[in-house]
């Protein structure tokens, strides 16, 4: 997974940097934006979309549900609604798996 969990430490990001985070497009964000109750960022009174902690979060199960699952947009909207703490929890099990990984994986150099 491409997100770069670190970049959280902010209160607000642009969504420059949430693209970033994802490796996506903002174009790709700003549809999903749309296509997403789920995904409501706060706006500058410039317009500018204000994503927080929790919006990242949405915007993780939106991007695991359609690039990594490949679900279509209607079904990982069906999937939202009807099991987002399911959805929730099997991401948190990827992710420390993910980690997992990565400590083994280097602690394998490690003993080259």
Known sequence: MPFKEK??????????????MFQVAPSLIRFWESEFEVLKPKKSKKGNRLFSKA???NLRMVYH???ERGYTIQG??????NR????KDKMEIVKSLEKIRE???SL???LK
């Open 7 to 20: 970049e959280i430490e902010k209160q607000y990001h642009s969504i420059g940097e949430v693209a970033a």
């Open 55 to 57: 919006d990242i979060e």
């Open 65 to 67: 549900l359609v690039k």
């Open 76 to 81: 990982a909207r069906e999937v939202l609604k």
């Open 84 to 87: 987002s703490v399911q959805t």
């Open 103 to 105: 400590f083994l994986v």
């Open 108 to 110: 394998k150099s490690e």
